[in-house]
């Protein structure tokens, strides 16, 4: 079945670039999207790319995709104190289902 | 728009008691998600309704949990007996269409079962 793996954590320096990546097994995936679940709180969607797109930026967000592989990155610019979350990587094939990652943990330390 | 909203945000129970968890998603999105998430097993998809219609329950973990949405604006999660097990924090997420517009998740209700 569908499958989305991410590494559990991530500890950067405030300031430097973070980067964070997922994989997926499943071919069909149509879009991929990275969302925030900060604690106590629910899951925020931060970005999406559609699966025929290489690349999107957005402010400090950049999403890279490399559809070949089934490689998924987000790197964070400049990072600040309050990226401290938990980053869910996410697919979602031909259903309405989106398939989720383990979630990666980044700490940001000053 | 408020967002999508749950209640309780916390629930304290005894094994064996009934929960209900309620949900009302973002007006006009036409689907409906039921979210568990925990530490061991990370995020899980119970059920998802599509125009209030179930459309895929086999997340649903056996037959102590059974959801509802009589109607647009409205959906339960029902767990009876609650169990130990079944501590978690269950969220509702709601979506309007496939693809960009995605999910919007609620706050999440947090259960514990003693």
């Known amino acids: 079945g569908e499958d989305v793996e991410q590494s559990l954590f991530l500890s950067v320096r405030e300031g430097d670039s973070s980067v964070i990546n997922c994989t997926y097994t499943?071919?069909?995936?149509?879009?991929l999207y990275w969302y925030k679940q900060e604690p106590g709180a629910g899951l925020q969607l931060l970005t999406y790319i559609f699966s025929n797109m290489d690349m999107k930026q957005d402010q400090r967000l950049t999403v890279l995709l490399n559809k070949k592989d089934k490689h998924l990155s987000l790197r964070i610019a400049d990072t600040q104190t309050g990226d401290s979350a938990i980053y869910f990587c996410a697919e979602m094939g031909n259903t309405d289902k989106l398939i989720f990652g383990t979630g990666t943990r980044l700490q940001v330390f000053p | 728009d408020a967002g999508v909203i749950q209640s309780p945000r916390h629930e304290v129970t005894e094994m064996g008691q009934e929960v209900t968890l309620r949900c009302k998603p973002i007006?006009?999105?036409?689907?409906l998600f039921w979210y568990r998430q925990t530490m061991m097993r990370g995020l899980e998809l119970l059920i998802y309704?599509?125009?209030?219609?179930?459309?895929?329950d086999s997340g649903m973990p056996e037959d102590r949990f059974s959801a509802k949405m009589p109607n647009a604006s409205f959906s339960t999660l029902k767990i009876q007996p609650s169990e130990p097990r079944d501590s978690a924090v269950y969220f509702c997420?709601?979506?309007?269409?496939?693809?960009?517009?995605?999910?919007?998740f609620g706050p999440g209700t947090r259960l514990t079962v003693l």
């Open positions: 499943d071919s069909s995936s149509t879009y």
């Open positions: 309704f599509n125009n209030n219609v179930p459309i895929d």
């Open positions: 007006s006009g999105h036409n689907s």
């Open positions: 997420a709601s979506s309007n269409e496939r693809g960009a517009d995605t999910q919007y």
